[in-house]
């Protein structure tokens, strides 16, 4: 079974700290997807990656970075946490050979 | 822009009723469309459709795909409480390496 593994599950942080939320797939999947998920918003795209070291914006970039140096790794950084930033973070991968994308378990930041 | 709507926003029936969600799209080089359930943890993979008027079922939720009128449902029979949960779709398709652009999910709430 594919698994993704969000290491930190529940955070919280003050304004203007800077956040770090790291994901690790076991599939050596190519491509890596950060989401955020809100009430009455869906899942919208952050960031993507499709290769090492390579990353693409995705629908709401802004406030974010990415990190992606090795294959089975991906992160995602709040260089200065906001309170707008209170959401669940949901990690994802996939192969190229399929579309089925695979979640990781999510992570609760909330930003005070 | 890639768009990809859900309806209904949300849905509360009795144990025993079918339902019938609705996902429409727009998007550019379309090549799958996907549901997800999600209960309070990651989303769960559910059907992946690339062609029009196959059904694909499994046990009381079947799904179909209509590419020329770019919608698709998910229905589910004989509804249970374990079925309350989110009902994201999922396209796979645009001009960036293979993202999904998701919905923003239908509620369902099942009572007994």
């Known amino acids: 079974d594919v698994k993704v593994t969000q290491s930190s599950r529940y955070l919280v942080k003050r304004t203007g700290e800077k956040v770090f939320l790291e994901c690790v797939q076991d599939m050596d999947h190519e491509n890596m997807f950060w989401y955020r998920q809100d009430p009455g918003l869906g899942l919208r795209l952050i960031y993507f990656?499709?290769?090492?070291?390579?990353?693409e914006k995705g629908d709401i970039p802004e406030g974010y970075s990415v990190s992606r140096e090795k294959k089975e790794r991906f992160s995602l950084i709040l260089e200065s946490a906001s309170t707008n930033q209170t959401s669940m973070y949901l990690c994802?991968?996939?192969?190229?050979?399929?579309?089925?994308?695979?979640f990781g378990e999510g992570s609760w930041l909330t930003v005070v | 822009e890639d768009k990809v709507v859900q309806s209904p926003l949300s849905l509360v029936v009795h144990e025993g009723d079918t339902v019938t969600l609705n996902c429409s799209y727009e998007?550019?080089?379309?090549?799958?469309l996907l549901w997800y359930k999600q209960e309070k943890k990651a989303p769960t993979f559910l059907f992946m459709l690339t062609s029009s008027g196959i059904e694909k079922k499994s046990g009381r939720l079947s799904s179909i795909l209509d590419k020329k009128e770019l919608f698709s449902i998910l229905n589910i029979t004989a509804t249970q409480t374990g079925d309350s949960a989110v009902y994201l779709c999922a396209v796979s398709g645009g001009t960036s390496y293979g993202k999904l652009t998701f919905g923003q999910g239908t509620i369902l709430t099942v009572h007994p």
């Open positions: 998007v550019t080089n379309f090549r799958s």
């Open positions: 990656s499709y290769d090492v070291k390579m990353k």
């Open positions: 994802a991968s996939r192969g190229t050979q399929g579309d089925t994308i695979y």
